[in-house]
C-alpha cells in the first residue's frame, strides 16, 4: 500500500520564479494538508484541501497557492519566489473528519533551494 | 508566538534508560495533542497522541503525559533502543473547541541520540 508520494524530491529555483510540487495522497485518503518546515523549525500549516476546494489557510501569502483534482492528489504552487520560501515542503494526507487518533500520513518532502 | 514550545533542541540516553521528551503549550483552546517522529530524508510518522480529557496513554515502549493545568506534556520511552533515535515533534490542535481541522501547530522538535 503507497504511502503518501510528493515530487520532486529536491528542486533548485532562482528568486522570481515560480514552482509547483506535487503530492498524491494515500491509498483511501481524501484531504490534502501541506505544510513548510524551515531549517531548525517545526512544520507550519499551509493549507489543506478537501473535494477539490481550500478548506483552511495558515498564515500565508496569497504567493502560495493550490489545488486538488478529483483523483485527490494536490500541487502547491509559489509564485515570486524569495530566498525565505527554501524549506522543505510537507504533504499529508488524511481521511476528512478522521483526525482524532491517527493524525495525518505525511510524505517525505520536497526539500526547496531557492537562490 | 511560539504556541508548542519543545524546549531541550537534543537530548541524549542510553540504551536501555527512559527517554523524556518534553513539551509546552500556551493556547488553552488545545484538545489534541501528538507526537510524531522523522527520521533525515523521511516525512514525520505518527507516533502517539493523547486527548486532554485523558492524563495518560500508553503505547508498548511509548507513554504520553498530559498536565493540563501546567499546559505541560511528555513523551516516555522505555526501554530507549538505539533505533528510537530520530527528531520528535510534540503537535497540538484545538479540534475538539472548534478549531480548524487541518491545522496542526508543531513544535521546533528534539533530537533524540540513543547511544548503544
Known amino acids: 500500500d503507497a504511502g503518501v508520494t510528493q515530487s520532486p524530491t529536491h528542486l533548485i529555483k532562482t528568486r522570481g520564479q515560480q514552482v509547483t510540487l506535487r503530492c498524491s495522497p494515500k491509498?483511501?485518503?481524501?484531504?490534502v494538508s501541506w505544510y513548510q518546515q524551515a531549517l531548525g523549525q517545526g512544520p507550519q500549516f499551509i493549507f489543506q484541501?478537501?473535494?477539490?476546494?481550500?478548506?483552511q489557510r495558515g498564515n500565508f501569502p496569497d504567493r502560495f497557492s493550490g489545488h486538488q483534482f478529483p483523483n485527490y492528489s494536490s500541487e502547491l504552487n509559489v509564485n515570486a519566489l524569495l530566498l525565505g520560501d527554501s524549506a522543505l515542503y510537507l504533504c499529508a494526507s488524511s481521511l476528512f473528519l478522521a483526525l482524532t487518533n491517527y493524525g495525518y500520513t505525511f510524505g517525505s518532502g520536497t526539500r526547496l533551494t531557492v537562490v | 508566538d511560539q504556541q508548542v514550545k519543545q524546549n531541550s533542541p537534543s537530548l541524549s540516553v542510553q540504551e536501555g534508560r527512559i527517554s523524556i521528551l518534553n513539551c509546552d503549550y500556551t493556547?488553552?483552546?488545545?484538545?489534541?495533542f501528538l507526537w510524531y517522529k522523522k527520521y533525515p530524508a523521511e516525512g514525520p510518522t505518527f507516533l502517539i497522541s493523547i486527548s486532554s480529557i485523558k492524563d495518560k496513554n500508553e503505547d508498548g515502549r511509548f507513554t504520553v503525559f498530559l498536565n493540563k493545568s501546567a499546559k505541560h506534556l511528555s513523551l516516555h520511552i522505555v526501554p530507549s533502543q538505539p533505533g528510537d533515535s530520530a527528531v520528535y515533534f510534540c503537535?497540538?490542535?484545538?479540534w475538539g473547541n472548534g478549531g480548524s481541522q487541518g491545522n496542526l501547530i508543531f513544535g521546533k522538535g528534539t533530537k533524540l541520540s540513543v547511544k548503544p
Open positions: 503537535a497540538a490542535s484545538d
Open positions: 491509498s483511501g485518503h481524501d484531504t
Open positions: 493556547n488553552s483552546m488545545f484538545d489534541y
Open positions: 484541501y478537501y473535494e477539490e476546494e481550500e478548506r
